[in-house]
Nanobody, 116 residues
Framework: QVQLVESGGGLVQPGGSLRLSCAAS????????MGWSRQAPGKQREWVAT???????NYAESVKGRFTISRDNSKNTVYLQMNSLKPEDSAVYYC??????????WGQGTQVTVSS
């Protein structure tokens, strides 16, 4: 069983930055794809970014150039560095650990609010 615990959310002004962290329990972290998704009130959950075991990354167009996903396999942790934040980035951000063989775990989420 894998547990994912996100941290680092909070209130930030437009144009500001936050770094989210997601710590995973269990073994084999380096073998899995890690991702971040977000869900704003009244909207469907949307994919934000993914990093595969080899380190390649992909981003949603809405965050490309502003957000950076990274991982530290020695700490079983994935990060999301968010810069130039906009009010529309406000959402609950969820961490995900998964592979193509049906392994799929989600964290409990961390709130990010971008407001002046």
């Amino acid at each position: 069983q894998v547990q994912l615990v996100e941290s680092g959310g909070g209130l930030v002004q437009p144009g500001g930055s936050l770094r989210l962290s997601c710590a995973a329990s269990g073994t084999g972290f380096r073998l899995y794809t890690m991702g971040w998704s977000r869900q704003a009130p009244g909207k469907q959950r949307e994919w934000v970014a993914t990093i595969i075991s080899g380190g390649n990354t992909n981003y949603a167009e809405s965050v490309k150039g502003r957000f950076t996903i990274s991982r530290d396999n020695s700490k079983n942790t994935v990060y999301l560095q968010m810069n130039s934040l906009k009010p529309e980035d406000s959402a609950v951000y969820y961490c995900r650990l998964f592979n193509l063989r049906g392994v799929d775990y989600w964290g409990q989420g961390t709130q990010v609010t971008v407001s002046s």
